[in-house]
């Protein structure tokens, strides 16, 4: 089995207090990892709109948001004001970096990319990109090369823009395999190395912490060419199931797992670009979220 894991750091929190904790277990597993960053203002208590959608609260109860995002963190944005992520946790972004973890782009207002991009014009997906690309040239003295969307929404503007940077790949969907996009009747070229894993909180409440384990496992034994990406978040690995997570790594070290690179992996890919299948995304219904998700359509 390979697997390549990325952290999506969506909070002030997480990149506070949870980008630490998950660089020491990385470091002490040898594990490589992409730590995804948002860059802006975190107003994750916005999101507390959605408490009227369909599966929304259910999904909040059975995964303790509360609990494990913390107070303070839910009432960012409204009742408090919303910290600059990076210009208060720049040094814990580079010391990601420095540690020789991959580093790229998850958003710039992790909020208003999830909420809005399937509504926004194009200029505005290009000013949310645009924002987050600067500073994360502030923060690291570079351009990124890689991308993964908020909450996995997409849109094809939003893929147009990736291809115009252009990026070495991107990873904004759900799916089986690495695949190139066409999205609204429109192909795109910048390489999909979607989210293969559910993750913990999407299977948090319907399993316990052991069943969440044989599910990966099971999940990755079955995989596409023996290859899966986990997507973790820097506020429940890097928190609350720190744990668990350390002792996940080593139980799937001791069964022969070999964790890979996301960069390397996409780099191997691209050395045939021809071998690369054409997939559409579509947004879809998904198992433990609310709302619809982009999706690699098989």
């Not at 420095?98 to 991009?117: K, T």
């Not at 070495?168 to 089986?176: E, I, P, Q, Y």
């Not at 199931?241 to 002792?247: I, T």
Request: with cysteine.
């Amino acid at each position: 089995m390979k697997l390549a894991i990325k952290v999506d750091v969506d909070t002030y929190a997480g990149t506070r207090d949870g980008v630490e904790v998950l660089r020491r277990i990385f470091l002490k597993h040898s594990v490589p990892a992409l730590f995804l960053f948002s860059f802006g203002p975190d107003n994750t208590g916005k999101s507390l709109r959605r408490i009227f959608r369909p599966g929304f609260l259910k999904k909040c109860l059975r995964s303790n948001v509360a609990g494990n995002y913390g107070l303070k963190t839910l009432l960012y944005g409204t009742l408090l004001p919303a910290p600059r992520i990076a210009s208060l946790c720049a040094g814990q972004m580079r010391a990601a970096r420095d540690d020789g973890f991959e580093c790229g782009i998850h958003s710039w207002d992790h909020f208003e990319w999830q909420e809005r991009v399937l509504h926004m014009r194009p200029t505005e997906v290009e000013r949310e990109f645009t924002r987050a690309r600067v500073e994360f040239e502030k923060v690291f003295g570079g351009e990124p090369d890689c991308f993964g969307a908020p909450g996995w929404q997409i849109s094809p503007d939003a893929l147009a823009l990736e291809d115009s940077v252009p990026l070495l790949f991107a990873s904004d969907t759900r799916g089986k395999y690495p695949f190139l996009p066409r999205m609204g009747e429109r192909a795109f070229k910048t390489l999909q190395i979607p989210s293969t894993l559910m993750t913990l909180d999407e299977l948090l409440g319907s399993l316990p912490l052991e069943g969440v384990e044989n599910r990966h496992i099971s999940d990755m034994q079955s995989a596409a060419d023996g290859f899966s990406v986990m997507t973790v978040h820097a506020e429940l690995e890097g928190g609350a199931y720190s744990k668990w997570f350390d002792s996940f790594l080593a139980r799937l070290k001791s069964m022969g797992t070999e964790f890979v690179s996301m960069r390397d992996k996409a780099r191997e890919l691209l050395k045939s670009p021809d071998k690369i299948p054409v997939c559409d995304v579509k947004m879809l219904p998904f198992e433990g979220r609310s709302g619809t998700l982009a999706v690699q359509s098989i």
